[in-house]
């Protein structure tokens, strides 16, 4: 509705008459006082006069920049949502055939009905808000709170009076919604659907599991499993494995509520990525059958790195490091005094030097090899012979003179981060006791953590990091981890900073860098709703990166069914997203062709199921009511989409807004200005022409 209008301009206002008068002048002298137009008849001159008066007057208000101003009420229709719930839980009991059907042509008429007085926004939803009307119940992960988290940021400062929830209430990922929502937003009515009725069902629930292990190693499957009304009824845990049964053990249902809860240790005994089956036997009468079973994958390694510890002496140190690294099971660790090593250091990775204290003909063989070196330098070292060993820095230690010095995180370290989490735990670490001197750094040290002397902070570092072609190696300048561990513990009751700290560290120095000229970069698992994404790199001689050839991906399944790819070419690399793939154990094979080489990598991967619909079939009403109560709403049920729809009507919470708009333009950018400017143009051309003025 408008309201008003005004014209305005950039200018004094008085220059309005100007242009008037100018109109008006320029007129006067050019029809009153030239004769030639004295013969011409009054009302024919008199109209000429007034075009070219018009005109010109017109042309010099538009010099003025002038605008048009208009002020009107705009009125914006209430907003209601329409989400719903598109997993494959909704299927999952009786009435099935109602959901693919009767019911899909019952919620369009709804909202048919409701779009008459309102703005209708339909969402189907399942691990997230889709903006999409296709509803096939095929979504793996139900996250009720992500719905309204998304709502309110999609729809944030907008004029929503409802949300129609319709869903069986059961959700397996995010937060119990009626704790997660804002209540004073808008209104919210569920519609609830599925089956609150408990079915008769056997459910294996969870198998918790390593996902690696070593070759000849035990490892165990927890399995836990559910038998819901089926007392008195027999079912049979099995795990099998390449169609060979390892394990198996029967049940007698007990009650209506039975749980079942084993640990089986099984051997590793093939290297690579293995797929065991583990299933819980159906049961007569039982309507869910796809949450009995789970695929599992584990990846078989062909033996631990090994990480060797070599101590001038007995310290707390040592089982300090042993127990850190070895929290991980990649990991190793072998520990024993330095004037007792033999000298082979071809079976392991790494070497951990606890104090660098004389000048042996052991210390010397490890500073000369190949193998990456970590130096922990405290008391009991000789500064003289740690120079000597020339890693890229020196310190000139003050005689009898130690430092307990604390631990600060450099935050421009660009070898690995931490988390934040254990950044902050190492603010609270005790101090390392260590020398007292000057420290002096080459270029090529990367210092993770610096030195602070009480309150001071300083430059000097504390752990620092070399590496020099293939050669790595790490100094701490203290001793006492065995503290940092003490601490953590009684600060978190776990060690998890410490663990961090010490394998990621042990993990840099570990790993040689690859330098292969064609590298491939994947996950080792996805699960079945994660898109496959793989990239590829590609270096010349140069160890450049390119990408001037095509690169070709071959990808294999269990079944020697294949699926070629081609990747998609990045800046200076490559990409592909091979989108969603079935449940199963994969492996690939990549090829590229650059000059006259032909360059192939392969590997495997494992696409996990999720089967998170399938362990809860039975709908939560309660949920859903309670997310309705808290705002104001109420639940609703299908047949009664009706009585939803009236209530909507007459909730005076649901209401249109009613605001003022101003729109502010250029005159000069209106067309019609020019099509005036333009008949009047025209008008006294043609006059004047049929005069004989021309």
Same mark, same amino acid.
Request: glycine share 4%; with cysteine.
């Given at each position: 509705?408008?309201?008003?209008?005004?014209?305005?301009?950039?200018?004094?206002?008085?220059?309005?008459?100007?242009?008037?008068?100018?109109?008006?002048?320029?007129?006067?002298?050019?029809?009153?006082?030239?004769?030639?137009?004295?013969?011409?008849?009054?009302?024919?001159?008199?109209?000429?006069?007034?075009?070219?008066?018009?005109?010109?007057?017109?042309?010099?208000?538009?010099?003025?920049?002038?605008?048009?101003?208009?002020?009107?009420?705009?009125?914006?229709?209430?907003?209601?949502?329409?989400?719903?719930?598109?997993?494959?839980?909704?299927?999952?009991?009786?009435?099935?055939?109602?959901?693919?059907?009767?019911?899909?042509?019952?919620?369009?008429?709804?909202?048919?009905?409701?779009?008459?007085?309102?703005?209708?926004?339909?969402?189907?939803?399942?691990?997230?808000?889709?903006?999409?009307?296709?509803?096939?119940?095929?979504?793996?992960?139900?996250?009720?709170?992500?719905?309204?988290?998304?709502?309110?940021?999609?729809?944030?400062?907008?004029?929503?009076?409802?949300?129609?929830?319709?869903?069986?209430?059961?959700?397996?990922?995010?937060?119990?919604?009626?704790?997660?929502?804002?209540?004073?937003?808008?209104?919210?009515?569920?519609?609830?659907?599925?089956?609150?009725?408990?079915?008769?069902?056997?459910?294996?629930?969870?198998?918790?599991?390593?996902?690696?292990?070593?070759?000849?190693?035990?490892?165990?499957?927890?399995?836990?499993?559910?038998?819901?009304?089926?007392?008195?009824?027999?079912?049979?845990?099995?795990?099998?494995?390449?169609?060979?049964?390892?394990?198996?053990?029967?049940?007698?249902?007990?009650?209506?509520?039975?749980?079942?809860?084993?640990?089986?240790?099984?051997?590793?005994?093939?290297?690579?990525?293995?797929?065991?089956?583990?299933?819980?036997?159906?049961?007569?009468?039982?309507?869910?059958?796809?949450?009995?079973?789970?695929?599992?994958?584990?990846?078989?390694?062909?033996?631990?790195?090994?990480?060797?510890?070599?101590?001038?002496?007995?310290? #707390?140190?040592?089982?300090?490091?042993?127990?850190?690294?070895?929290? +991980?099971?990649? /990991? @190793?660790?072998? !520990? =024993?005094? *330095?004037?007792?090593?033999?000298?082979?250091?071809?079976?392991?990775?790494?070497?951990?030097?606890?104090?660098?204290?004389?000048?042996?003909?052991?210390?010397?063989?490890?500073?000369?090899?190949?193998?990456?070196?970590?130096?922990?330098?405290?008391?009991?070292?000789?500064?003289?012979?740690?120079?000597?060993?020339?890693?890229?820095?020196?310190?000139?230690?003050?005689?009898?003179?130690?430092?307990?010095?604390?631990?600060?995180?450099?935050?421009?370290?660009?070898?690995?981060?931490?988390?934040?989490?254990?950044?902050?735990?190492?603010?609270?670490?005790? #101090?390392?006791?260590?020398?007292?001197?000057?420290?002096?750094?080459? +270029?090529?040290? /990367? @210092?993770?953590? !610096? =030195?602070? *002397?009480?309150?001071?902070?300083?430059?000097?570092?504390?752990?620092?990091?070399?590496?020099?072609?293939?050669?790595?190696?790490?100094?701490?300048?203290?001793?006492?981890?065995?503290?940092?561990?003490?601490?953590?513990?009684?600060?978190?009751?776990?060690?998890?900073?410490?663990?961090?700290?010490?394998?990621?560290?042990?993990?840099?120095?570990?790993?040689?860098?690859?330098?292969?000229?064609?590298?491939?970069?994947?996950?080792?698992?996805?699960?079945?709703?994660?898109?496959?994404?793989?990239?590829?790199?590609?270096?010349?001689?140069?160890?450049?990166?390119?990408?001037?050839?095509?690169?070709?991906?071959?990808?294999?399944?269990?079944?020697?069914?294949?699926?070629?790819?081609?990747?998609?070419?990045?800046?200076?690399?490559?990409?592909?997203?091979?989108?969603?793939?079935?449940?199963?154990?994969?492996?690939?094979?990549?090829?590229?062709?650059?000059?006259?080489?032909?360059?192939?990598?392969?590997?495997?991967?494992?696409?996990?199921?999720?089967?998170?619909?399938?362990?809860?079939?039975?709908?939560?009403?309660?949920?859903?009511?309670?997310?309705?109560?808290?705002?104001?709403?109420?639940?609703?049920?299908?047949?009664?989409?009706?009585?939803?729809?009236?209530?909507?009507?007459?909730?005076?919470?649901?209401?249109?807004?009613?605001?003022?708009?101003?729109?502010?333009?250029?005159?000069?950018?209106?067309?019609?200005?020019?099509?005036?400017?333009?008949?009047?143009?025209?008008?006294?051309?043609?006059?004047?022409?049929?005069?004989?003025?021309?």
């Amino acid at each position: 509705m408008l309201l008003s209008i005004n014209i305005e301009t950039e200018q004094p206002i008085w220059l309005v008459t100007v242009c008037l008068l100018l109109g008006f002048f320029y007129a006067y002298f050019l029809y009153k006082k030239d004769a030639r137009f004295d013969e011409v008849k009054p009302l024919i001159k008199k109209t000429m006069f007034g075009a070219r008066f018009v005109l010109i007057a017109l042309l010099s208000f538009l010099l003025l920049s002038p605008f048009i101003q208009t002020l009107f009420n705009k009125t914006e229709k209430p907003i209601i949502i329409f989400a719903q719930d598109n997993s494959a839980s909704i299927l999952m009991n009786k009435d099935s055939a109602f959901y693919t059907t009767t019911y899909q042509t019952k919620i369009d008429e709804f909202i048919n009905k409701l779009a008459e007085n309102f703005q209708v926004r339909k969402f189907t939803f399942g691990e997230e808000l889709k903006d999409e009307n296709t509803i096939d119940f095929s979504e793996k992960i139900t996250n009720l709170s992500a719905v309204f988290e998304q709502i309110e940021s999609k729809f944030y400062n907008q004029n929503v009076g409802a949300v129609i929830l319709a869903s069986d209430g059961i959700y397996n990922q995010g937060v119990n919604p009626a704790y997660q929502t804002n209540s004073s937003m808008y209104s919210v009515y569920s519609l609830a659907l599925g089956d609150t009725a408990v079915k008769r069902d056997v459910v294996l629930k969870e198998v918790n599991h390593n996902k690696i292990t070593f070759l000849k190693n035990q490892f165990p499957f927890e399995v836990f499993g559910l038998a819901k009304k089926a007392k008195g009824q027999k079912t049979r845990l099995k795990i099998t494995h390449n169609n060979t049964i390892l394990y198996s053990k029967d049940y007698l249902i007990e009650n209506d509520n039975y749980s079942i809860s084993e640990t089986i240790l099984l051997d590793a005994k093939q290297v690579g990525t293995q797929q065991y089956r583990i299933e819980l036997q159906s049961i007569d009468g039982e309507t869910t059958l796809s949450n009995n079973v789970k695929e599992v994958f584990v990846e078989v390694l062909d033996g631990r790195q090994r990480v060797l510890i070599l101590a001038h002496a007995p310290h #707390p140190d040592i089982k300090a490091l042993k127990q850190s690294i070895e929290s +991980n099971e990649n /990991y @190793q660790v072998t !520990n =024993q005094l *330095i004037n007792e090593f033999d000298g082979n250091t071809k079976p392991y990775s790494l070497v951990i030097l606890h104090q660098v204290a004389e000048n042996n003909v052991a210390l010397k063989s490890i500073a000369e090899s190949s193998l990456s070196v970590w130096y922990i330098v405290g008391a009991q070292s000789n500064e003289s012979v740690f120079n000597q060993i020339n890693l890229g820095i020196k310190v000139n230690k003050s005689r009898g003179v130690f430092n307990d010095i604390l631990p600060k995180v450099d935050t421009q370290f660009p070898l690995f981060t931490l988390s934040e989490q254990t950044q902050n735990t190492i603010k609270n670490f005790p #101090p390392l006791l260590g020398f007292f001197g000057e420290y002096e750094l080459k +270029n090529n040290g /990367y @210092q993770l953590l !610096n =030195q602070k *002397i009480g309150s001071v902070e300083t430059n000097n570092p504390l752990f620092v990091f070399f590496q020099q072609n293939d050669k790595k190696n790490a100094v701490l300048f203290g001793e006492g981890i065995w503290k940092w561990r003490m601490q953590e513990f009684l600060m978190n009751k776990n060690n998890d900073a410490t663990n961090e700290l010490i394998n990621k560290a042990v993990q840099f120095l570990s790993v040689k860098d690859d330098k292969s000229k064609f590298r491939i970069i994947y996950d080792n698992s996805y699960h079945e709703n994660e898109e496959l994404i793989i990239k590829a790199e590609l270096y010349n001689d140069s160890y450049e990166l390119i990408n001037d050839p095509e690169v070709k991906l071959t990808v294999e399944n269990s079944e020697n069914k294949k699926f070629n790819f081609l990747f998609n070419k990045t800046t200076k690399a490559y990409f592909l997203n091979a989108g969603l793939l079935p449940p199963g154990a994969y492996q690939f094979v990549a090829e590229t062709v650059y000059g006259e080489k032909k360059y192939t990598q392969k590997g495997k991967f494992q696409v996990l199921p999720l089967v998170l619909e399938a362990n809860n079939t039975t709908a939560d009403f309660q949920v859903l009511s309670n997310i309705a109560q808290k705002h104001g709403g109420k639940m609703f049920l299908p047949s009664q989409l009706d009585e939803l729809a009236a209530e909507i009507e007459q909730n005076k919470n649901i209401s249109s807004i009613i605001y003022e708009e101003q729109s502010i333009k250029d005159l000069i950018n209106l067309k019609w200005i020019f099509f005036i400017l333009l008949i009047l143009l025209t008008l006294e051309w043609f006059l004047r022409k049929q005069q004989g003025a021309y």
